[in-house]
Nanobody, 125 residues
């Protein structure tokens, strides 16, 4: 079992930045593929970014060039640095973990076995 706890959400003006953190426990963190998803009101949960065990990174087109995912295996933590935020980025952001032997980070939410409780990000115009 893996427990994931997100932090770092909040209210920010358009053009601003936030850094989300997700602390994992319960399993060897370096064995996990990690991902970030988000869900806006009335919309489905969507892939934002993922990072493989070897730290290969993947991004949704909508955030490419603005968001950066990283991991610190010594701290059992994955981060999502979000720059140049837009009102359309407003959503609840979820951290997820994939324990499969998959090599790349999947963009499908069905590939992830564990989820955090989510953290709200609100971007005002």
């Amino acid at each position: 079992q893996v427990q994931l706890v997100e932090s770092g959400g909040g209210l920010v003006q358009a053009g601003g930045s936030l850094r989300l953190s997700c602390a994992a426990s319960g399993r060897t963190f370096s064995d996990l593929i990690m991902g970030w998803f988000r869900q806006a009101p009335g919309k489905e949960r969507e892939f934002v970014s993922g990072i493989s065990r070897r730290s290969s990174t993947y991004y949704a087109d909508s955030v490419k060039g603005r968001f950066t995912i990283s991991r610190d295996n010594a701290k059992n933590t994955v981060y999502l640095q979000m720059n140049t935020l837009k009102p359309d980025d407003t959503a609840v952001y979820y951290c997820a973990a994939d324990r499969s032997p998959r090599v790349v980070a999947s963009t499908s939410r069905n590939a992830y076995d564990y989820w955090g409780q989510g953290t709200q990000v609100t971007v005002s115009s």
